[in-house]
Nanobody, 123 residues
Framework: QVQLVESGGGLVQAGGSLRLSCAPS????????VGWFRQAPGKERELVAH????????YYADSMKGRFTISKDNAKNTVYLQMNSLKPEDTAVYYC????????????????WGQGTQVTVSS
């Protein structure tokens, strides 16, 4: 079992930036692919970004391209989501999720989930 802990959420004005962090408890992230999701009130959860277990491949949802950057620091055992040019519509609970390297293919499905961190963007 992999427990994931997100941090870095908060309140920011439109146009501002936040960096979210996701770290596993008691495991190394080097063999895991990680995805960031978000869920706004009344909306379905959506994939924001994904990084492969090697860190060599990334995916972004269209609305996040050019504003968000996902990265993996194996030395710090942490995955980051840098969010710039934030908009009020980015307000949501952000979750990180992970899957082991041998399942890092095909559709974006994950085995482990964090509890989420709230991001609120004021206009």
């Amino acid at each position: 079992q992999v427990q994931l802990v997100e941090s870095g959420g908060g309140l920011v004005q439109a146009g501002g930036s936040l960096r979210l962090s996701c770290a596993p408890s008691g495991r190394t992230f080097s063999n895991y692919a990680v995805g960031w999701f978000r869920q706004a009130p009344g909306k379905e959860r959506e994939l924001v970004a994904h990084i492969s277990w090697s860190g060599g491949s990334t995916y972004y949802a269209d609305s996040m391209k050019g504003r968000f950057t996902i990265s993996k620091d194996n030395a710090k055992n942490t995955v980051y989501l840098q969010m710039n040019s934030l908009k009020p519509e980015d307000t949501a609970v952000y979750y990180c999720a992970a899957r082991p390297y041998y399942r890092d293919y095909g559709s974006y499905e994950y085995d482990y989930w964090g509890q989420g961190t709230q991001v609120t963007v004021s206009s």
